[in-house]
C-alpha cells in the first residue's frame, strides 16, 4: 500500500513542479534550480504529442528533460526513513532472500526419497535442482528492470506470492514432469528477490552504511543453500560452524 502513496505522491509533485516551471521564464529556472550532492537525480525525457504520433522516443531536446530531485528531509526518500524502518525493512528482506534461497537446495535433502517416489534416477532428480537454477537466470534480466519500473515492493509481494503457489504445487505433484515444472516456475519467481535484493539496500543506505548492511546481504544470499547441504550429510553442529565461518 506504501509504495502506491509513494508513487501517487511523486507524480502529484512532479506535475505541480512542471506546471510551475512552465510558468517561469527559463532564465529562472535554471537560477532556481538547486542539486544536492547527496541526491541522485532521475532524468527522463517527456514524451511530447508529435513524439505519441510517431512513435519515437528518442527525438527530444535536452532542455526538455524533467530533473526529479529529493530535497532534505523528504518523508518519501528512503536514505531519509527513521533508522529503525530501515532495519525493519532490511530484515523482511533478509528472511525472503534466506526463504527462497532455500527453496534451492532444500531439494536436494531428500533427493533419494523422491527418485524412488517417481522411480527416476538420482541423476534424474536432480534436475529438480537444475530447473530452479534455469528458473532464477532467466527471471533475472527482466526483475531488475520491473522493479526499476514498478517499484521494489510490489516487485516483492507479487513475486512471492507466486513462488508460494509453485512452491506448494511442487510439493502436491503427483508426477516428475509437474514437479520439474514447478521448480522451474519457483527459481523464476525467486529471482526478483534475488536479483534485486542489492538494489534495495542501495535504495535505502549511504555509502558508508552500505559498507556494514552489504556483507549481511551477501550473507544471507548464501546461508540458505549452504545449511540445506550441510543438512544432508554433517551434523547440526556441523551447520553451525559452517555459518560462522561465512
Known amino acids: 500500500m506504501w509504495s502506491v502513496v509513494q508513487r501517487r505522491e511523486i ?8 506546471t510551475l516551471d512552465a510558468a517561469k521564464p527559463p532564465n529562472e529556472i535554471e537560477a532556481g534550480t538547486d542539486i544536492s550532492p547527496l541526491r541522485r537525480p ?25 530533473l526529479v530531485t529529493a530535497e532534505a528531509g523528504d518523508p518519501l526518500y528512503p536514505q531519509d ?23 534451492g537446495a532444500s531439494d536436494s ?49 507479487i513475486s512471492t506470492l507466486i513462488y508460494l503457489c509453485f512452491v506448494l504445487g511442487s510439493a502436491k505433484a503427483s ?15 525467486s529471482s526478483a528477490t534475488l536479483a534485486t535484493n542489492g538494489s534495495s539496500v542501495r535504495d535505502q543506505f549511504r555509502d558508508v552504511k552500505r559498507t556494514l548492511v552489504f556483507p549481511i546481504i551477501a550473507w544471507v544470499n548464501v546461508i540458505g543453500a549452504l545449511i540445506s547441504a550441510r543438512f544432508r550429510k554433517t551434523s547440526y553442529y556441523s551447520v553451525a560452524a559452517d555459518l560462522l565461518c561465512v
Open 42 to 66: 532521475l532524468i527522463y525525457p517527456p514524451i511530447g504529442e508529435s513524439n505519441r504520433r510517431e512513435g519515437n522516443r528518442s527525438q527530444h531536446s535536452p532542455d526538455s528533460e524533467i
Open 175 to 189: 508426477t516428475f514432469r509437474g514437479r520439474i515444472i514447478c521448480r522451474y516456475f519457483v527459481g523464476l519467481f
Open 11 to 18: 507524480r502529484r509533485r512532479v506535475q505541480d513542479q512542471v
Open 81 to 103: 526513513w527513521p533508522l529503525l524502518s530501515r532495519c525493519k525493512n532490511l530484515a523482511i528482506l533478509s528472511l525472503l532472500i534466506f526463504v527462497q534461497g532455500w527453496a
Open 109 to 157: 535433502i531428500e533427493s533419494s526419497r523422491a527418485s524412488s517416489e517417481f522411480n527416476v534416477s538420482k541423476e534424474t532428480e536432480n534436475l529438480s535442482t537444475a530447473m530452479y537454477l534455469v528458473g532464477v537466470a532467466t527471471g533475472a534480466p527482466f526483475s531488475g528492470p520491473f522493479s526499476e519500473t514498478a517499484g521494489r515492493n510490489p516487485t516483492y509481494l
